[in-house]
């Protein structure tokens, strides 16, 4: 049963484009939606975060926008750096519970 | 940094042989979390604890178990490793305050159980 759900396991584009990373939950329950980063050998660190009463959060280079009628969310990245290469994950959260998405990886070209 | 550590970092066992991985948090708090990561799966909540003694199963909890004697350590146990076991497991802790709705995850630990 998964929740969250991240339909592309992988992504590449050109270094200065933009990213589009997409994500869809289930659970209308879920009132925070987050994004986290992954680099190889390290844990998740924390990227950008959305409450459901909110459409849209920027910090940088990184927007995060909600659809709740749609149940999905999409993070933006602009402009893509070398450096963005990572996982991403999508997780959405309730008082109770966090799901994650299986993740996508972005492999931003030079 | 959240303070998290893990130990080991790496672990290679064989079937059948029981095996505890340590999660240590030197910043007193409360919740903590054990997930394991697989491809295709994404990150799965195995156990959390939400106080000292006080813990509760997660999603994929059967052949595991877990305890938090202490507010700074929260112990996952595999009691008879099996190959479905292979993974990488992270450990995490809840944030504070404004951090509160967020997770913050320790480096992880690479488990093969061969």
């Known amino acids: 049963d998964q929740q969250v759900k991240q339909n592309s396991p992988s992504l590449s584009v050109q270094e200065g484009r933009i990213s589009i990373l997409n994500c869809d939950y289930t659970?209308?329950?879920?009132?925070?939606f987050l994004w986290y980063k992954k680099y190889p050998a390290e844990g998740p660190t924390f990227l950008i975060s959305?409450?459901?009463?909110?459409d849209k959060n920027e910090d940088g280079r990184f927007t995060v926008f909600l659809n709740k009628s749609a149940k999905h969310l999409s993070l933006h990245i602009v402009p893509s750096q070398p450096g963005d290469s990572a996982v991403y994950f999508c997780?959405?959260?309730?008082?109770?519970?966090?799901?994650f998405g299986a993740g996508t990886r972005l492999t931003v070209k030079p | 940094d959240a303070g998290i550590t893990q130990s080991p970092r790496h672990k290679v066992t064989e079937t059948g042989t029981p095996v505890t991985l340590r999660c240590h948090q030197t910043?007193?708090?409360?919740?903590m979390y054990w997930y394991r990561q697989d491809p295709g799966h994404g990150l799965r909540l195995i156990h959390y604890?939400?106080?000292?003694?006080?813990?509760d199963k997660g999603e994929v909890s059967d052949g595991y178990s877990v305890s938090r004697s202490k507010t700074e350590d929260f112990l996952l146990t595999l009691e008879s490793a099996t190959s479905s076991q292979t993974s990488v497991y992270f450990c995490?802790?809840?944030?504070?305050?404004?951090?509160?709705?967020?997770?913050?995850f320790g480096s992880g630990t690479q488990l093969s159980v061969l």
């Open positions: 995490a802790i809840r944030g504070r305050g404004g951090d509160g709705e967020k997770l913050f």
């Open positions: 659970n209308s329950m879920f009132d925070y």
């Open positions: 959305i409450s459901s009463i909110k």
């Open positions: 997780a959405a959260s309730d008082p109770d519970d966090m799901r």
């Open positions: 910043e007193n708090h409360r919740y």
């Open positions: 604890s939400y106080g000292v003694k006080d813990t």
